[in-house]
C-alpha cells in the first residue's frame, strides 16, 4: 500500500480541526502541518499527536515546511482569517488573495502532481485563483464548495422530516455561501421526493445558509464540520472511493457555465474530481443557479484585479 501523506497548508483553527478529524478517521499514515508561524504548526501537530495516543490505528502527526508537498498524496490549503459576526465569506476576498499570492509563489517551483483541496474563503474564488496562479488542471485543484452547505442542509431536512440524516439524499449547488442555492427536485427522504414531505423550501434554505453565522455569532469560529467535511473528502481520494460529493470545480459546460469554479457533485477519486454529475434541474432552479454563479464570477473578476 502507498504511504498516504496528507500536508495542510494553515494550522489555525481550520486547519488544526482538519488535522484532528484526519488523525481520527484513520486514512492516511501522515499528517504535516505547514504555518507561517512554524512554532504554532509545531504546537498543533504536538497538540494532535498527544490524541493519537488513543486511537487505534497508527498516524505520524507532525510540523514541516512547503517542500514537504512534493510526494504528498493530498495538499489541503487552510490559510486565511476567520469571518467575523455580519461578515459575509466575500468580504474576505482581499485578504485571502494577498495570503494566495505569498502562498503561490513557494508552492508554484514544486509542480504538484496529486490534488489540491482549498478549504480558504472565499471558497470557490480561491479554487479558481489557486488553480490559475499553479497552472493546475482542472480535475486537480477544487475546493470544498457546498460540501459543508450540503451537510448543514442534510441536517435541516432530517430535522425537519424527523428521520436519520442518512435517509437524506440532498446537494447544495452554487457558491458557499448567501447565494447557493438547493435542486428541491432532487431531494428525497428514503426516496420520498421533497415535495411530498410537507416541509417549507424557503424554511429549509434559510436555515441552511443561517447556519454558518449562527456558529460565528456563538462562538467566533467554524472548525468542527468543515473538518469533518475535509476528512471524508480526503477518505475519497487516498481510497480511491468513487462517492459523489459536491465540491468546487471549474465548469467546462456543464450545468450552462464556463470558466467558473461552482459546487456541484462530483465523482471523486484518487486523482481528484474525475466526472462532473449533472442533475436534472428545473428551470427556476437554473435561473437560481445562474445567479449564484453569476455573483462567483463577478468575485473572481475582482480577485484577478487585486
Given at each position: 500500500?502507498?504511504?498516504?501523506?496528507?500536508?495542510?497548508?494553515?494550522?489555525?483553527?481550520?486547519?488544526?480541526?482538519?488535522?484532528?478529524?484526519?488523525?481520527?478517521?484513520?486514512?492516511?499514515?501522515?499528517?504535516?502541518?505547514?504555518?507561517?508561524?512554524?512554532?504554532?504548526?509545531?504546537?498543533?501537530?504536538?497538540?494532535?499527536?498527544?490524541?493519537?495516543?488513543?486511537?487505534?490505528?497508527?498516524?505520524?502527526?507532525?510540523?514541516?515546511?512547503?517542500?514537504?508537498?512534493?510526494?504528498?498524496?493530498?495538499?489541503?490549503?487552510?490559510?486565511g482569517e476567520?469571518?467575523?459576526?455580519?461578515?459575509?465569506?466575500?468580504?474576505?476576498l482581499g485578504?485571502?488573495?494577498?495570503?494566495?499570492?505569498?502562498?503561490?509563489?513557494?508552492?508554484?517551483?514544486?509542480?504538484?502532481?496529486?490534488?489540491?483541496?482549498?478549504?480558504?474563503?472565499?471558497?470557490?474564488?480561491?479554487?479558481?485563483?489557486?488553480?490559475?496562479?499553479?497552472?493546475?488542471?482542472?480535475?486537480?485543484?477544487?475546493?470544498?464548495?457546498?460540501?459543508?452547505?450540503?451537510?448543514?442542509?442534510?441536517?435541516?431536512?432530517?430535522?425537519?422530516?424527523?428521520?436519520?440524516?442518512?435517509?437524506?439524499?440532498?446537494?447544495?449547488?452554487?457558491?458557499?455561501?448567501?447565494?447557493?442555492?438547493?435542486?428541491?427536485?432532487?431531494?428525497?427522504?428514503?426516496?420520498?421526493?421533497?415535495?411530498?414531505?410537507?416541509?417549507?423550501?424557503?424554511?429549509?434554505?434559510?436555515?441552511?445558509?443561517?447556519?454558518?453565522?449562527?456558529?460565528?455569532?456563538?462562538?467566533?469560529?467554524?472548525?468542527?464540520?468543515?473538518?469533518?467535511?475535509?476528512?471524508?473528502?480526503?477518505?475519497?481520494?487516498?481510497?480511491?472511493?468513487?462517492?459523489?460529493?459536491?465540491?468546487?470545480?471549474?465548469?467546462?459546460?456543464?450545468?450552462?457555465?464556463?470558466?467558473?469554479?461552482?459546487?456541484?457533485?462530483?465523482?471523486?477519486?484518487?486523482?481528484?474530481?474525475?466526472?462532473v454529475v449533472?442533475?436534472?434541474?428545473?428551470?427556476?432552479?437554473?435561473?437560481?443557479?445562474?445567479?449564484?454563479?453569476?455573483?462567483?464570477?463577478?468575485?473572481?473578476?475582482?480577485?484577478?484585479?487585486?
Amino acid at each position: 500500500m502507498e504511504h498516504r501523506k496528507v500536508v495542510i497548508i494553515g494550522a489555525g483553527h481550520v486547519g488544526s480541526h482538519c488535522a484532528y478529524a484526519l488523525a481520527s478517521a484513520g486514512d492516511c499514515e501522515e499528517i504535516v502541518l505547514v504555518d507561517l508561524l512554524p512554532e504554532k504548526a509545531a504546537a498543533q501537530a504536538l497538540d494532535v499527536a498527544d490524541s493519537a495516543s488513543f486511537m487505534d490505528h497508527a498516524v505520524t502527526v507532525r510540523a514541516g515546511g512547503y517542500g514537504e508537498c512534493k510526494d504528498a498524496a493530498l495538499v489541503v490549503i487552510a490559510i486565511g482569517e476567520p469571518r467575523l459576526p455580519g461578515q459575509t465569506r466575500l468580504d474576505l476576498l482581499g485578504r485571502s488573495v494577498e495570503l494566495l499570492k505569498t502562498l503561490a509563489n513557494e508552492l508554484k517551483p514544486l509542480r504538484l502532481t496529486c490534488p489540491v483541496v482549498t478549504i480558504t474563503n472565499p471558497a470557490d474564488i480561491v479554487a479558481d485563483w489557486l488553480r490559475r496562479a499553479l497552472e493546475l488542471e482542472r480535475w486537480q485543484c477544487f475546493s470544498t464548495g457546498t460540501l459543508l452547505d450540503t451537510a448543514r442542509l442534510v441536517r435541516c431536512v432530517s430535522q425537519g422530516a424527523g428521520v436519520d440524516r442518512r435517509s437524506v439524499s440532498a446537494f447544495c449547488l452554487g457558491e458557499h455561501g448567501d447565494s447557493s442555492m438547493v435542486p428541491f427536485s432532487a431531494v428525497t427522504v428514503g426516496g420520498v421526493p421533497f415535495k411530498e414531505l410537507g416541509l417549507s423550501r424557503e424554511d429549509i434554505l434559510s436555515q441552511t445558509h443561517q447556519a454558518g453565522m449562527d456558529i460565528i455569532e456563538g462562538k467566533g469560529s467554524t472548525e468542527f464540520g468543515i473538518g469533518r467535511a475535509l476528512a471524508e473528502l480526503a477518505r475519497c481520494i487516498l481510497r480511491d472511493e468513487k462517492r459523489i460529493l459536491p465540491v468546487s470545480v471549474l465548469l467546462e459546460g456543464e450545468y450552462g457555465q464556463t470558466g467558473i469554479h461552482c459546487g456541484v457533485p462530483c465523482r471523486i477519486g484518487r486523482s481528484g474530481v474525475e466526472k462532473v454529475v449533472q442533475l436534472e434541474l428545473t428551470q427556476e432552479e437554473q435561473r437560481r443557479l445562474n445567479a449564484s454563479c453569476q455573483v462567483i464570477k463577478q468575485h473572481i473578476d475582482m480577485a484577478a484585479a487585486l
